[in-house]
């Protein structure tokens, strides 16, 4: 899949001579981006231009370079770092009112990337007992999209499910899911802005396993075997829970934990009370 973007425009102060970054002008980019197609008929699904375009302009706009070969690379380096999915991304960068003696039509410098590194593979599992549950389960996937560094590449079906360690207190049944995606962010980045989607959408924590408007958990992290006070991957007890494992098995047929595969692990659990309701999109 290959997504263009031309004629983006902004006032920018780039250039060597004091009056272009005292008085600035006008610069113009066209972008390309090479990717995966979507997986789904869904903003998450995909690479969203619009903060593609955003990002762009405040380029232009943000710290000036003399250079326009500097400010293409700036431009082209942040595509990949803030999008893991693009594989390649080709920037052209316009100076149409550059300080040349001669006449012309514009300048015009192009900078090509590849990524040299793949980016990480993740899954998360999010679950919701409160509120309009599908809806929180959208505004997550969202919001997860929408954070750079993190792109998601699947998502599972909506299961109802039972609340797992409880105890006596009685409380909604869940919708969960689970999605995988690509990040180029480190574990406990991701954790971090994991934890900001909870508190933004309203998540609070009055005591333990309280019921939640939205939860988002690591489950697994490429290859990452982490263990201190603030995250443990894998997930330590994801090998436990069917709530987990059967939508994960759903878009990862072969996917498996330290313990095993998980078409493996699940015959060792109660999936009754994992029960399919809809997609999610």
Same mark, same amino acid.
């Not at 979507?38 to 990002?55: E, G, K, R």
């Not at 609070?204 to 603030?230: K, L, S």
């Not at 699940?266 to 999109?281: E, F, M, N, P």
């Given at each position: 899949?290959?997504?263009?973007?031309?004629?983006? =425009?902004?006032?920018?102060?780039?250039? @060597?001579?004091?009056?272009?970054?005292? !008085?600035?002008?006008?610069?113009?980019?066209?972008?390309?981006?090479?990717?995966?197609?979507?997986?789904?008929?869904?903003?998450?699904?995909? @690479?969203?231009?619009?903060?593609?375009?955003?990002?762009? @302009?405040?380029?232009?706009?943000?710290?000036?370079?003399?250079?326009?070969?500097?400010?293409?690379?700036?431009? *082209?380096?942040?595509?990949?770092?803030?999008?893991?999915?693009?594989?390649?991304?080709?920037?052209?960068?316009?100076?149409?009112?550059?300080?040349?003696?001669?006449?012309?039509?514009?300048?015009?410098?192009?900078?090509?990337?590849?990524?040299?590194?793949?980016?990480?593979?993740?899954?998360?599992?999010?679950? /919701?007992?409160?509120?309009?549950?599908?809806?929180?389960?959208?505004?997550?996937?969202?919001?997860?999209?929408?954070?750079?560094?993190?792109?998601?590449?699947?998502?599972?079906?909506?299961?109802?499910?039972?609340?797992?360690?409880?105890?006596?207190?009685?409380?909604?049944?869940?919708?969960?899911?689970?999605?995988?995606?690509? /990040?180029?962010?480190?574990? =406990?980045?991701?954790?971090?802005?994991?934890?900001?989607?909870?508190?933004?959408?309203?998540?609070?924590?009055?005591?333990? =396993?309280?019921?939640?408007?939205?939860?988002?958990?690591?489950?697994?992290?490429? !290859?990452?075997?982490?263990?201190?006070?603030?995250?443990?991957?894998? =997930?330590?007890? *994801?090998?436990?829970?069917?709530?987990?494992?059967?939508?994960?098995?759903?878009?990862?047929?072969?996917?498996?934990?330290?313990?095993?595969?998980?078409? !493996?692990?699940?015959?060792?659990?109660?999936?009754?009370?994992? @029960?399919?309701?809809?997609?999610?999109?």
């Amino acid at each position: 899949m290959r997504i263009e973007l031309k004629g983006l =425009h902004a006032k920018g102060f780039h250039g @060597v001579r004091d009056y272009e970054r005292r !008085d600035g002008q006008e610069f113009v980019v066209d972008i390309a981006l090479t990717g995966p197609a979507p997986w789904a008929d869904a903003l998450p699904a995909t @690479v969203d231009y619009s903060q593609v375009a955003n990002m762009v @302009v405040g380029a232009i706009q943000g710290t000036p370079f003399d250079l326009i070969e500097t400010l293409a690379s700036s431009i *082209a380096e942040k595509l990949l770092d803030d999008w893991p999915s693009v594989r390649a991304a080709s920037v052209k960068v316009h100076k149409p009112n550059a300080p040349l003696k001669v006449g012309f039509d514009d300048v015009i410098c192009q900078v090509k990337r590849r990524r040299k590194h793949p980016a990480t593979e993740f899954v998360l599992s999010l679950g /919701t007992n409160l509120g309009e549950l599908d809806e929180n389960l959208r505004q997550g996937l969202n919001a997860l999209s929408a954070t750079p560094g993190i792109d998601l590449t699947a998502c599972s079906s909506v299961y109802l499910t039972n609340p797992v360690d409880v105890g006596e207190n009685t409380q909604p049944k869940y919708h969960n899911l689970v999605a995988m995606g690509l /990040t180029t962010l480190e574990p =406990h980045e991701l954790l971090r802005q994991t934890a900001s989607i909870e508190t933004r959408l309203g998540r609070t924590r009055p005591y333990p =396993h309280a019921p939640r408007v939205i939860d988002i958990d690591i489950i697994a992290m490429g !290859d990452a075997a982490i263990n201190d006070d603030e995250l443990t991957l894998p =997930h330590p007890r *994801a090998w436990q829970r069917a709530f987990v494992l059967i939508p994960w098995l759903e878009i990862a047929p072969h996917g498996k934990l330290p313990q095993g595969r998980l078409q !493996d692990l699940i015959t060792s659990l109660d999936t009754g009370t994992v @029960v399919k309701t809809s997609a999610i999109w």
